[in-house]
């Protein structure tokens, strides 16, 4: 009777892990970020470029933070997963698993925790690691088309036609682009404190920028290149030049160009 219960309770736990992993075929790639909260630099222990690795291992599509996402990762966010990490490590021991999130936030497979009692810190994460994806190890990813998806309808970025005008902001010549912004930069920086906006993330690129009042000023959608946002419903782009962000708009055929703070 014992033995029935305990492999009644195993091909359950079984069953539903194998159910997380084949979740994870509803979805086309990942993105791993060049540095997890609990690291101090970008690479650290040599982590986020082991973590792509094993993941490719498995026959997934992997994207490091900062690639230029393919046009239907643009288009649609929900086919892109985030890595997230969590280190539970003590004095004696590493600890480490892998949650991997979808574009409304909700985790849809987390990994076992990899453990080490290396002294040696790349050492001890490279096992933690290593054990942690060893729970992929019997998976190998396949992507599979949903048949509906209703939450990702939410969320596809429908081109818009205006957009197609984004070029103009690349034409200019960027010496003229610094001449421009370099004084109302500088101006708004120093009294800009209550009128700075703050990003609030959804999906996995995308942002809202709203002001202190709660509400929601522009919708920003990734462009696929690093600090190039499009206005959503604007005939305009987002920005970083000269380590400040900065509007770029097309009003009547003129191209305005002002600065705004943004908090991410």
Known sequence: MKFSKILFIFTVLFSTALSAQDQLNNFKYIVVPNQFKFQKEPGQYRVNGLTKFLLEKQNFTVLLEGDTLPED???NNCLVLKTTAIDDSSMFKTKLKFQFKDCQGKVVYTTEEGESREKKYIVAYNEAVRQAFSSLSNFTHKYEV???????????VTPLPKVTEVPLVKEVDEEEIDEEIE????EVYKNSSNNA????AFGVINYKLKN??????????YSGKEDLYIVKGKDAVIYKINGSWVIASNDNGTLQIKSIDIKF
Not at 146 to 156: L, R
Not at 183 to 186: A, C, E, T, Y
Not at 212 to 221: A, F, P, W
């Open 146 to 156: 949903k048949e509906t998806e209703n939450e990702a309808e939410e969320v596809i």
């Open 73 to 75: 990762a643009i288009q």
């Open 212 to 221: 202190s009042q709660g509400q929601t000023v522009y919708t920003i959608l």
């Open 197 to 200: 906006l703050t990003a609030e």
């Open 183 to 186: 004084i109302p930069v500088k």
